[in-house]
T-cell receptor, first 114, second 113 residues
Framework: KAGVTQTPRYLIKTRGQQVTLSCSPISGHRSVSWYQQTPGQGLQFLFEYFSETQRNKGNFPGRFSGRQFSNSRSEMNVSTLELGDSALYLC?????????????FGPGTRLTVL | SQQGEEDPQALSIQEGENATMNCSYKTSINNLQWYRQNSGRGLVHLILIRSNEREKHSGRLRVTLDTSKKSSSLLITASRAADTASYFCAIRKTTSGTYKYIFGTGTRLKVLA
């Protein structure tokens, strides 16, 4: 099976712009979670989607949003970009919802905000 | 302070030695997970240990969990240069009926050949 794929791998944006990141889970996986990783804050949970519904959400402002499609692919959107949004954004998929399932991570999208 | 805190922050050992990393947390859990991250393979799940388990093995990895002390340890035996990576513990925290997955700040392990 192919692993989790994320596109694009690298992205450069300027403050105030918006960005959409894409994640394709492993075939058959219905849960997709998103994380932000920065040197200062480490890995932080953004949200989790299962069967097209957001099930859990971390402590991020409303500028961060996401969605999941019927084929389990997920997109994450960040509006009105700030310098502090520069980070590695990781997506993870699992077969079922919740913490008891092993998560498989993609390679990440490196976002740089100038 | 952030839950899921690893100790030490950095560890440097010689190939063949054992490496032990510790993780402390503050909330009740139903399981705790360990992950490894390196530049080549990204973030990889290593072991999941449930709250009713005290020890779990996977190859050269051994994880222990002490729920009374709210701590876990990861032991890598006979380390190899390829084990050089950052290691994270992660827990799920329940807040107002929703879950947040919290990763620790990680232990950076360097194995010298």
């Amino acid at each position: 099976k192919a692993g989790v794929t994320q596109t694009p791998r690298y992205l450069i944006k300027t403050r105030g712009q918006q960005v959409t990141l894409s994640c394709s889970p492993i075939s058959g996986h219905r849960s997709v979670s998103w994380y932000q990783q920065t040197p200062g804050q480490g890995l932080q949970f953004l949200f989790e989607y299962f069967s097209e519904t957001q099930r859990n959400k971390g402590n991020f402002p409303g500028r961060f949003s996401g969605r999941q499609f019927s084929n389990s692919r997920s997109e994450m959107n960040v509006s009105t970009l700030e310098l502090g949004d520069s980070a590695l954004y990781l997506c993870a998929s699992s077969e079922g919802q919740g913490w008891n399932n092993e998560q498989f991570f993609g390679p990440g999208t490196r976002l740089t905000v100038l | 302070s952030q839950q899921g805190e690893e100790d030490p922050q950095a560890l440097s050992i010689q190939e063949g030695e054992n490496a032990t990393m510790n993780c402390s947390y503050k909330t009740s859990i139903n399981n705790l997970q360990w992950y490894r991250q390196n530049s080549g393979r990204g973030l990889v799940h290593l072991i999941l240990i449930r709250s009713n388990e005290r020890e779990k093995h996977s190859g050269r990895l051994r994880v222990t969990l002490d729920t009374s002390k709210k701590s876990s340890s990861l032991l890598i035996t006979a380390s190899r240069a390829a084990d050089t990576a950052s290691y994270f513990c992660a827990i799920r925290k329940t807040t107002s009926g929703t879950y947040k997955y919290i990763f620790g700040t990680g232990t950076r392990l360097k194995v010298l050949a």
